[in-house]
């Protein structure tokens, strides 16, 4: 018997997981989500946060559903920088990578 209380908490708990990351996987699709090789924003990524970005923060883990590495990257404040920590620790694999790079200021453009 599968069909336990247990059991179902677990599959609505996949079910919301993999929900964060059809929205992130979407966002980049769209082109929404910085791509790392093009001009990081200016502001925080932050939702209310207009301070200048000093940082990368880069997450890379295994997809659970066999579909490949993922890799989210998100430009912060430093403040936003350092509340940054793995999330997703439960799918790391030999390829796991969590990054935090400095953003060089006001290099080129305004
Ligand atoms: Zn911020």
Redesign the pocket.
Known sequence: MADTKSGRDKQARDEERRQIRRDISEARERGDEADPTADPPAE?H?RG?A?PVAFSVTERYQEETGAGAVEATAF??A??AGDESPVNLDDAYEGYVFRVEPVAAGAGGN
């Open positions: 925080c932050r946060c301070e912060l404040c403040d936003h």
